[in-house]
């Protein structure tokens, strides 16, 4: 394994180390945090029980159904975008503003409209992921070389067989890095939406439980859903850098 | 006036006028009872603006954002210019950086409030770790992309470091760390924001909630206007200087 | 500590340019050598040689921006070690023009280490701008110029300190072939001009023949010299000399020798297109 790895595990070692004498000794209180074992403790304990298990699968899937709607919707916007060099120049200031815009403050009125379903969530995971695989996707599009489309038209494609067989191909490691946005997106969206808004899921849970300074239940949630977008991040960032490698780009 | 700054100013325009248009057509179609009217918000916006006891509660959030930007480009620009420049350290902690982009870090939000109680620090802190992230992670790529040659004629030109810094490496760099300025902005807004939902009485986040809980569409459209149209400015403002700067002429 | 004759401006002696392995269990590359070569003060030396033969590293040596594995490289009687040393400079391939500044401020930039005077430093620029051509265009940004204006910016900034050595790698691969002959007639001007010593770097055997006192021939890697040819043009002379019938017989003797390290060099992986 490369010396760099090694020294973040190490670091990352070292890390929840320091955590544990930190909270054994009392410096970190009780009511703040408990110490990483007990965390591990109450995790097992926690997926064992399977008494979380609905609200987890709610989330996780309602997460799911987002995130795959923002990689739908995203890249065949930026496709279309791609196209119409006007719309392209009016809408890129306003990328970056869009991060800004508080979506989730639109939870009621989408309840309104949606009912009390799942839809309002979905909806705002979707909303906040679908931006980031929009700007990825058109940055990933105008890298496409020239001389490509010029090749592709010689060999006589048609529009969708150059899109499939050259464009998205080209451009996949930046949609993939678009991916890597819409999951951690996604679930903000949905868990954000359940913390202000909800009666179940994992966001609910967590905010029950940080109401009732439930620690045991708490941390596991917390510790759950970090590990769940760093395990997609990391796959879907192995899968992103094995494609630049292929092109000499790492 | 230049060709391209005009045509930029009538597709703004244009954009801006399809923007409300859809905005007017969306609440014809769904009425009062979940949104406000263009109109209707603006007029609102000039009440809430006008009334005293609004601005206790900007100048709260105005002053946890301030600061959490404050410290999210200096610890960003920092960590960025530290791991551009070093190889090694990159690749032991880049890939930390690019996970803690990518978790949530809404989940997170209780942890800070035990940690930084109840005031205006658990804001602040929000705010930050939402910023500094995409600003380090541009400011890498952007140190790691400046072109060789640049470096190389600064080395012969004898530059001593902190020159080499200052006058070759942050120039060159400038318009994609600028870039990171941008998302970095936006995210420390609604991360100062999101900070301020749930545990606080004071602020712009605060004001926010409430509505939601009372469904005060009046506020929630007015204050969410405010914001977007603050961070737009702010937004076209950088790209702005960032134009500039690119290409001065 | 040897005798070098008054007239070697750099020497090098038995320089050997090894670089680490590029993955575990490969093998370090040996870029370049052994080497011994002498620049006499006020030459005009350039290198030919096949792709990866180590000609850009041989640049570096003599520049200071690498040093070397075996061996030593002087440059007026001093060693050079891994330290820029004052009174050379260098102009690159790629386009190097900071982007950020106008043309008169990139060419000030090269100034920045040198206590001067204002007036002098603005006399310095007025005179690296008129001798480059660039005067109209003090006030304008690279972004605006084409290709071969912006080397020239490059070339400016470099003479604005008045160097005593004239480092080019290959300053001319990324224009056309009309602007190349152009501009190796301005810079044998510059040659004249200042009388600085120029180490030329170039794939292209026409312009080596036209343009220097001497010519070294590197073989592929690792780069040794072969030969060095004495081309005895006077020193007055421009692009027209490739009517003279030497200029041929030169060409061809370059040629003659290269072929073969060419062909060598492209077999090898990597080594197709790069100095």
């Known amino acids: 394994m490369k010396p760099a790895a090694l020294w973040r595990i190490g670091l990352v070692i070292g890390l929840v180390a320091l955590l544990e004498v930190l909270c054994l000794a009392g410096v970190i209180d009780k009511l703040t945090m408990q110490p990483p074992h007990v965390m591990a403790m109450d995790i097992w304990r926690m997926l064992a029980s399977g008494s979380l298990n609905a609200a987890i699968a709610k989330t996780l899937g309602n997460a799911a159904i987002a995130f795959l709607l923002a990689m739908a919707i995203g890249v065949a916007a930026a496709i279309a975008i791609h196209r119409v060099k006007a719309v392209r120049e009016a809408l890129d200031p306003l990328f970056a503003t869009y991060y800004a815009i508080p979506i989730f403050a639109f939870y009621p009125l989408l309840i309104i409209l949606f009912g009390l379903g799942d839809a309002p969530e979905i909806f705002i995971g979707t909303a906040l992921g679908v931006v980031g695989v929009i700007v990825n996707t058109l ?55 359940e913390f202000i808004m909800s009666s179940s899921g994992m966001g609910y849970e967590i905010s029950f439980a940080y109401n009732n300074f439930d620690n045991a239940t708490m941390y596991p949630l917390i510790v759950l859903v970090l590990v769940v977008a760093g395990t997609f991040n990391a796959a879907l960032g192995r899968w992103e850098k094995a494609l630049m490698a292929r092109r000499g780009l790492v | 006036m230049t060709a391209s700054s005009v045509r930029s100013l009538r597709n703004g325009a244009v954009l801006i006028l399809v923007l409300l248009a859809i905005w007017q057509g969306l609440y014809w179609m769904v009425g009062d009872v979940a949104l406000r009217s263009p109109l209707q918000t603006v007029m609102f916006t000039a009440k809430l603006l006008g009334s005293d006891s609004f601005w206790p509660h900007l100048a709260e959030t105005a002053t946890a954002f301030g600061v959490a930007l404050a410290l999210s480009v200096v610890l960003g620009l920092a960590i960025g210019f530290a791991l551009g420049t070093n190889r090694f350290a990159n690749d032991v902690f880049e890939p930390m950086l690019v996970t803690a982009y990518s978790i949530p870090k809404i989940t997170l939000y209780p942890i800070l409030l035990l940690m930084f109680g109840l005031g205006i620090s658990a804001k602040i802190a929000f705010g930050t770790i939402h910023g500094v992230i995409p600003i380090a992670l541009f400011t890498i790529s952007a140190v790691r992309n400046i072109r060789p040659v640049l470096v190389k004629t600064g080395r012969v030109m004898g530059l001593r470091p902190f020159e080499m810094v200052t006058r070759v490496l942050l120039p060159a760099a400038m318009p994609e760390i ?27 986040g605060f004001l926010l909630m409430n509505a939601i809980g009372l469904h005060n569409i009046d506020v929630i459209m007015a204050l969410t206007f405010l914001l977007t149209l603050f961070a737009g400015a702010a937004s076209i403002l950088l790209l702005h200087m960032n134009r500039r700067l690119q290409s001065p002429a | 500590m040897n005798m070098m004759t008054n007239l070697a401006q750099v020497s090098l002696r038995g320089v050997d340019k090894i670089f680490p392995p590029p993955a575990k269990a490969a ?143 290959e300053p001319f691969a990324a224009l056309d072939q009309q602007t190349r002959l152009l501009m190796g007639d301005e810079v044998l001007n510059l040659w004249r001009k200042t009388g600085a010593t120029i180490f030329l770097i170039t794939h292209a055997l026409d312009e080596a023949t036209m343009l220097s006192d001497r010519i070294g021939i590197m073989s592929a890697r690792p780069g040794r010299l072969i030969d060095i040819v004495e081309t005895g043009w006077p020193r007055d002379r421009d692009s027209r000399i490739v009517q003279e019938e030497r200029f041929g017989t030169i060409t061809a003797r370059l040629w003659g020798a290269l072929r073969e390290e060419s062909i060598k060099a492209i077999g090898r992986p990597g080594g197709g297109g790069q100095p």
């Open chain 1, 139 to 193: 940055n990933g599009l105008d890298r496409v070389p020239r001389v490509l489309m010029k090749t592709a038209r010689i060999a006589r494609f048609s529009t969708l067989e150059t899109a499939w067989r050259i464009t998205l191909p080209y451009a996949s490691p930046y949609i993939l890095s678009g991916a890597k946005l819409a999951v951690a997106y996604s679930l903000i969206g949905i868990i954000g939406a």
């Open chain 2, 178 to 204: 600028f870039a990171g300025l941008r998302i970095g902005f936006s995210l420390t807004l609604i991360g100062t924001l999101l900070g301020e939902m749930f545990a606080s009485q004071r602020g712009l």
């Open chain 3, 27 to 169: 093998e370090p590359i040996h870029a370049l050598g052994p080497i011994d070569l002498e620049l006499r003060r006020g030459e005009f030396f350039s290198v030919v040689g096949p792709s990866g033969c180590g000609k850009s590293t041989l640049l570096e040596l003599i520049a200071g921006l690498s040093t070397a594995s075996r061996g030593e490289v002087a440059f007026e009687g001093r060693p050079i070690a891994g330290q820029i040393p004052d009174g050379v400079g260098v102009v690159f391939q790629e386009d190097a023009s900071f982007p950020w500044l106008s043309v008169a401020d990139n060419i000030a930039f090269g100034l920045r280490r040198m206590k001067l005077g204002k007036g002098e430093r603005e006399a310095r620029i007025e005179r690296a701008l008129a001798m480059m051509g660039l005067g109209p265009f003090a006030r304008s940004y690279p972004s605006q110029l084409s290709g071969g204006m912006r080397q020239r910016v490059c070339i400016a900034r470099t003479l604005v300190t008045e160097p005593r050595l004239i480092l080019l790698d």
